[in-house]
């Protein structure tokens, strides 16, 4: 079964250094997502992605967020200058339709950075 | 702004028992509603979706419902397994693509 791979699975950085989460999303998807989850807290929306651009972005990904698609299976989350309070779970996900045409949004298993 | 209620934060129960999640939204206006799984340290795995149209959807064990003009959906899990442990979270959409989580339910079944 397909399905959206993330790497690393952990990763660890100084303060003000810059990270790159990496996604394979499923193939056939067109809408690409990146969500975060503090510990002990919610699952919060960070930006969605669609035709190569962002269709919508949360207050939370600000100028020290940006997200590509460098390739045809790629998406990427990059984090400029990091802070201790980015430390969280990041998921990427993925669906085929925009979830507002009621179609399942797929998580992968999240990559864990811890910022020193 | 949309905010998502889930009761209760946590529940224990004996293996073989059915029981009721719960999760309530403030703004009716939604597509859809999705519940999820997370296992300890791990991703979410989508469970069931339920169209904003739409008043129940069943997987296996599990029956989810939807009253939107109320703002609640429940997920029901039959005669729940040890296997069923984890973090119940339900998410909606509301006027775009983006899910609005719950803090969840963690959920322990013992043997």
């Not at chain 1, 079964?1 to 950085?13: D, R």
């Not at chain 1, 930006?47 to 919508?56: D, H, Q």
């Not at chain 2, 609640?72 to 899910?99: E, M």
Request: a negative charge; proline letters at 4%.
């Amino acid at each position: 079964e397909p399905e959206v791979t993330q790497t690393p699975s952990h990763q660890v950085t100084q303060m003000g250094q810059e990270v790159i989460l990496r996604c394979v999303p499923i193939s056939n998807h067109l809408y690409f997502y990146w969500y975060r989850q503090i510990l002990g807290q919610k699952v919060e929306f960070l930006v969605s992605f669609y035709n190569n651009e962002i269709s919508e972005k949360s207050e939370i990904f600000d100028d020290q967020f940006s997200v590509e698609r460098p390739d045809g299976s790629n998406f990427t989350l990059k984090i400029r200058s990091t802070k201790l309070e980015d430390s969280a779970m990041y998921f990427c996900a993925s669906s085929v339709l925009l979830a507002g045409a009621q179609e399942t949004q797929y998580f992968g298993p999240g990559t864990r950075l811890l910022v020193l | 702004k949309q905010e998502v209620t889930q009761i209760p934060a946590a529940l224990s129960v004996p293996e073989g028992e059915n029981l009721v999640l719960n999760c309530s939204f403030t703004d009716s206006a939604i597509y859809n509603l999705q519940w999820f799984r997370q296992d300890p340290g791990k991703g979410l795995t989508s469970l069931l979706l339920i169209q904003s149209s739409q008043r129940e959807q069943t997987s296996g064990r599990l029956n989810a419902s939807l009253d939107k003009s109320s703002g609640r959906s429940t997920l029901y899990i039959a005669a729940s397994q040890p296997g069923d442990s984890a973090t119940y979270l339900c998410a909606v959409t509301h006027n775009t693509d983006k899910l609005i989580f719950g803090t969840g339910t963690r959920l322990q079944v013992f043997p």
